[in-house]
């Protein structure tokens, strides 16, 4: 039974972290990107509202953002798998005391809320910016808050990956 707790929640964890981490990253470049396509990089500056439409237009870079964010989203609320069959396991393994196992549900409690109060709603701050046609310029400042939020919420996980590899003061090893 401790193998199959492992195996899903080792699974759950590297489809929904690794996705999360890795659309949240991607996210404030993009959504950037979006507020600034409408306007003077790369067009005739003729101001014609077809750029939105077209290849590079404003529409195609704020769909991808809202793609990312549904992603983020999404995998969020499926990650909640995660620290339960951790859970799970730790019980299984009669290691639910242990400091490393205390310090990463900590790391990951303290995760998820940076996750649900911080970078989601930066998401949805810079997808209204987006949408409604801000200049790059106005955004920045949303976007350059959501890249080190999102920064520290990936440097989390990391540290909490290393401890459940290395299990520091483990008498089961590494």
Do not use: K
Not at 99 to 124: E, M, Y
């Amino acid at each position: 039974m401790t193998e199959f707790l492992l195996s899903v929640h080792v699974l759950v964890a590297i489809v929904t972290v690794g996705s999360i981490t890795v659309a949240a990253s991607m996210f404030p470049r993009i959504a950037l990107r979006a507020c600034g396509s409408g306007g003077g990089s790369g067009g005739s500056g003729d101001g014609s509202s077809a750029a939105g439409e077209g290849r590079g237009g404003r529409s195609e870079g704020t769909g991808t953002a809202v793609l990312l964010h549904r992603v983020c989203t999404g995998y969020a609320v499926a990650g909640v798998v995660v620290p339960v069959f951790g859970i799970a396991t730790g019980a299984q393994l009669g290691v639910l005391t242990d400091a490393w196992l205390i310090v990463s549900l900590v790391l990951t409690v303290t995760a998820a809320a940076l996750l649900g109060l911080a970078v989601l709603p930066g998401q949805r701050r810079l997808l209204a910016l987006a949408e409604g046609a801000a200049a790059e310029e106005e955004a920045r400042p949303v976007a350059s808050r959501l890249s080190m939020t999102t920064g520290m919420f990936n440097v989390l996980w990391a540290v909490v990956v290393v401890l459940m590899i290395v299990r520091p003061g483990s008498t089961m090893g590494a």
